[in-house]
C-alpha cells in the first residue's frame, strides 16, 4: 500500500527509497503543504549517521520548523460583517465544523431600530490530526440594522486598530516570547443577493478598512440566485469594486514550478470571487447518504457541492492561504498602521521639545527684563541719593 500524508492530506505517496536515513523520506509531490510533508524514515531505536559523500544536513531544516510549528500551534483571526439575517453564523459553523454560537440572543424588530454595532469575539481550539488551531471569529450583530447607519462600521474600525495597537505595545514589551496574536487576519462581507450590487454602506465601509485587513467579499444566500443570476451579480460587484478602488485581498499567483492541479486551483479560486456561498447545520439524507444541506419542495441543496455554490472553494481559499493572509497582514496592515503610530509619536516628541524650548526661552525673556529693571531701580535709587 502507498502511505497517505500525516497531515490531515489525501495525497498519497510514493514507496520508500531504500537508502540511508536521511536519504530515505516520504516524498508527497501533489501536498498543498509542500516541504513539510517531507518526513524522515527510520527504524525504532536505530539512528545512523548520513555516509553520503558532501552531505550536511541542512536540508532536513523543514522538518524542525514543522514540528515547533505543530508544538506551537496556530492562531487565526476571521471577521465577519453583514446585515442581520444573511447567514454568517451559520456559514461559519459550517465552515469549521463546530457551534461557536450555542445560546445566542437574536433581538427582535423593535430593538433594532436605534441598536448600535457591537463586537462579539468567540476563540475555540481546533484540533485536527495533532495540529492545532486557536480560532477566533469576530462577530458584528448590530451592523446595519439601524435606520441611520451612517457611523455603523466606526465601532469596527475602532475594534481593528486596538488590536493592532495592542500587538505593537505587547511587541515594544520586555517579555515577547508569548505574544497573542489577536489582529484581525481576514473579513468576510456578507453582500446581500437581493439587491442589484452593492448598497451605499458597503462601498463606504469597504473604503474605510481595505487598508487595515484582508477583505473577501462573499455573496450570502446563493440559492435564491439563479446561476445566470448569479453570474451576472458577480460581475456587477467586481465592477464596482473597481470603480470605487476598493482593494480586496487578491490570492497570490501560482509558482512556475508548482504542479499543474494547484495552478488550476488558483486560477479556479481567482475566477469564484465573489463567492457566492451557502450555509447549513443539517444533516439531510440523500440516496441513502447524510450531506449538509437545505431541503426545498423542489429538491435538495448541498453546501459541499460545487456544482451549487462555492462554499468549497471558499473553505480551500481559506485553509491554503492561511499563512499568506497572515503574512499580509504582518507585512502590510500592521507595518502601515505602525510607521502611521511611530510618525505620530515623533511628531508628538518634536512639539514636546519645542514646547519645552519655547518655555525656557520665556524664562530666560523673563529673567533678563528683571535684571534689566533691577537695574533701572538702583540707578534711580542712586541718582536720588546724590541730590
Known sequence: MRDLCPLSCR?????????????????????????????????????????AAGYVGFANLPNQVHRKSVKKGFEFTLMVVGESGLGKSTLINSLFLTDLYPER??????????????????????????????????????????????????????????????????????????????????????ISPFGHGLKPLDVEFMKAIHSKVNIVPVIAKADTLTLRERDRLKRRILDEIAEHGIKIYQLPDADSDEDEEFKEQTRVLKASIPFAVIGSNQLIEVKGKKIRGRLYPWGVVEVENPEHNDFLKLRTMLVTHMQDLQEVTQDLHYENFRSERLKTAGRAVDEEVMDKDQILLQKEAEVKTHTQLQANSLFLVSICAKL
Not at 474600525?157 to 489577536?182: A, C, K, P, T
Request: hydrophobic share 35%.
Open 11 to 51: 495525497y498519497s505517496a510514493p514507496p520508500r527509497l531504500p537508502s540511508n536515513l536521511f536519504n530515505s523520506v516520504r516524498w508527497f509531490p501533489k501536498c498543498p503543504l509542500m516541504c513539510v510533508c517531507r518526513m524522515p524514515v527510520m527504524e525504532k531505536g536505530q539512528f545512523q549517521f548520513p555516509d
Open 105 to 190: 440572543y437574536i433581538p427582535g424588530a423593535a430593538e433594532k431600530i436605534e441598536r448600535t454595532v457591537q463586537i462579539e469575539a468567540s476563540t475555540v481550539e481546533i484540533e485536527e490530526r495533532g495540529v492545532k488551531l486557536r480560532l477566533t471569529v469576530v462577530d458584528t450583530p448590530g451592523y446595519g440594522d439601524a435606520i441611520n447607519s451612517q457611523d455603523c462600521f466606526k465601532t469596527i474600525i475602532q475594534y481593528i486598530d486596538n488590536q493592532f495597537e495592542r500587538y505593537l505595545h505587547d511587541e515594544s514589551g520586555l517579555n515577547r516570547r508569548h505574544i497573542v496574536d489577536n489582529r484581525v487576519h481576514c473579513c468576510f462581507y456578507f
